[in-house]
């Protein structure tokens, strides 16, 4: 089986959905009590950094296979 490259935005999303999940699970069962204002922000900031660190993997994985065609290009001539 071939290994596949990591995908920061599915595995940021399902730590932050498992971690609110968690969240609100703690606050059902005890007495602790979430400020709710601060939920949403800190999932999408989240999500939002997932996606910032997907598109810089993605661009350095094509900046290398770049350098590695032009690499091989140079040694034909």
Avoid: C
Avoid at 17 to 41: C, E, H, I, K, S
């Amino acid at each position: 089986m071939r290994r596949h490259d990591l995908d920061w935005i599915s595995l940021i999303a399902g730590i932050v959905f498992t971690g609110l999940a968690l969240l609100y699970l703690v606050v059902g069962v005890t007495d602790v009590n979430v400020d709710q204002r601060f939920v949403w922000p800190l999932v999408l900031v989240a999500l939002g950094a997932a996606g910032i660190a997907t598109a810089v993997s993605a661009n350095m994985r094509e900046e290398k296979r770049f350098a590695e065609v032009a690499s091989s290009d140079d040694g034909t001539d």
